[in-house]
């Protein structure tokens, strides 16, 4: 909105704008492009968010009446529902998607609720993993079973064809990564005590990732704004734009997300009996 280059060439609609800000346009029309594009992550989110208490609550009768193994088949279910229909479509086309089919299986926010619940299982699961009752030997398999998923997802990534265009990241063999990684990444959540694990649990690694959803979201508008008024991109440019990036994000949680949560979320009190519970 603030950039006049962009308001002039392909600023959309009042409709579409209010749409976006109202996070309903990708319900209605996925291929949608809002002014902010990384605010179809929130739209998309949204739904697992208002309905997780009641998914939790599904997996963990799951994780009570079927353990791992009904875990784990749940898991199977659940990439089935979420990669299968895109595979099927993609090789039925003659390893092809259209534009509004790779937005459709993409920004349409039911077409990611199944990665989300994917999400609850591998926790449920790596809650597990961590139970004293697991022996030794289970542990050590399930922490290079991690680590063997996180190499095989680089590998796949790194052995795709370079994409010719932005366009052949979205209809061609690229595609495949939108929902066909999300086993791959459960199962590396799943396993706790792998050798990338413990890397990635380094607090300097952690206390980046704390507002790396922040950065997401932040990215797009501030490079336009980039684009905008400096020279991009060149080396000085893109470090100034990757400093303020996550300094905005990191401002942005401490200051703002943070006080909010705390002031929203529900505050303990004891009860008549003299326990403690969610008041």
Not at 6 to 16: A, D, K, L, V
Not at 92 to 103: M, V
């Amino acid at each position: 909105l603030v950039i006049p280059s962009y308001r002039s060439s392909f600023m959309p609609g009042m409709w579409t704008i209010l749409g976006c800000f109202g996070f309903v346009m990708h319900w209605i029309r996925p291929a949608t492009w809002c002014p902010a594009p990384p605010s179809w992550t929130i739209e998309a989110l949204i739904p697992g968010w208002l309905m997780y208490p009641f998914l939790r609550r599904v997996v963990e009768d799951v994780d009570r009446d079927g353990g791992l193994m009904g875990l784990t088949c749940f898991m199977l279910l659940l990439y089935a529902v979420s990669f299968g229909p895109l595979l099927i479509l993609y090789f039925w086309q003659g390893g092809h998607l259209n534009w509004g089919q790779f937005a459709t299986s993409f920004m349409w926010p039911p077409a990611q609720l199944a990665d989300f619940v994917l999400g609850v299982v591998a926790s449920q699961v790596h809650q597990a993993a961590c139970r004293s009752d697991w022996g030794r030997p289970s542990k050590y398999l399930t922490a290079i079973l991690g680590d063997v998923a996180l190499v095989s997802f680089g590998a796949a990534v790194v052995m795709l064809p370079s994409p010719k265009s932005r366009a052949e990241c979205q209809t061609d063999a690229n595609v495949l990564l939108n929902h066909g990684g999300a086993l791959i990444s459960a199962i590396f959540m799943c396993a706790p005590g792998g050798l990338f694990a413990r890397l990635l649990s380094h607090p300097a690694l952690v206390a980046l990732g704390k507002y790396s959803f922040e950065v997401y979201l932040f990215q797009w508008p501030l490079q336009a704004i980039f684009r905008q008024c400096q020279r991009w991109p060149s080396n000085e440019t893109f470090m100034t734009f990757l400093l303020i990036l996550w300094l905005l994000a990191g401002l942005y949680v401490e200051f703002l997300v943070e006080p909010m949560t705390s002031f929203f979320r529900p505050r303990e009190a004891p009860d008549p009996h003299g326990k403690w519970g969610h008041g």
